[in-house]
């Protein structure tokens, strides 16, 4: 499918829809707006144990291959403080990819595999904006970043047997409290521009 929301109206497109809506969003100058609540994430069970499923996701129901990408700028507050792209089937089974605060460091430019237990691997970032893209190609999906909106690098390539439909979008956690502020240019989906993963 093409799919393409800029944000440039008062609302966004009917068909999107929140998981687990945030107290304080809005549609402003072209960009979604949202500030997460506290004690916020999605995560499961490896290494801490916890299981948290209560991050914001403003998605769209997908079934077959896509790319999916996203413009965020961020204002972090908080340590694990982040903002980015997620698509999942349900509580234990999806991915997500997004730069994450780290108050004492760099930040964390990172992707998160789910099927039942949690894995994760990151590498330093400075900055406040980013481009990403996450692509399905059947259970594969490759995960990308980019500065400038053009030259992507693959960060992640993995097998993830998800179930259709997806609920895939945008998302944000702040799960050491509020705070902070991510603002997404746009959300769009389209046919993956290649089958290959480079």
């Known amino acids: 499918m093409d799919f393409r ?23 402003a100058d072209g960009c979604l707006v ?3 609540d506290a004690d916020t994430d999605f995560w499961q069970k490896t290494c801490y144990g916890f299981t948290p499923d209560s991050g914001h996701l403003l998605y769209l129901e997908l079934v077959g291959d896509f790319d999916l990408e996203t ?16 698509v999942r089937t349900d509580t234990e089974h ?19 595999m789910t099927d039942i237990y949690s894995n994760w691997s990151i590498s330093g970032f400075y900055g406040d ?3 990403l893209r996450i692509r399905r190609v059947g259970d594969v999906f490759g995960v990308y970043h980019a500065l400038d909106g053009q030259s992507w690098n693959l960060m992640r390539l993995g097998w993830l047997a998800l179930s259709d439909p997806l609920q895939a979008g945008l998302y944000a956690c702040a799960p050491k409290g509020a705070g902070m502020e991510a603002r997404f240019d746009y959300l769009q989906i389209s046919p993956p521009q290649s089958k290959e993963f480079h």
């Open 94 to 112: 999806w991915v997500k990819t997004s730069v994450e605060f780290e108050p004492a460091g760099p930040a964390s430019l990172g992707v998160v």
């Open 129 to 131: 904006h980013i481009y």
């Open 34 to 36: 949202v500030r997460p």
């Open 5 to 27: 929301e800029d944000f440039r109206n008062a609302g966004y497109d009917s068909r999107l829809a929140w998981y687990n809506e945030p107290g304080e969003y809005s549609v």
């Open 71 to 86: 413009h965020v700028h961020f204002s972090f507050a908080n340590q694990y403080d982040q903002a980015g792209l997620l």
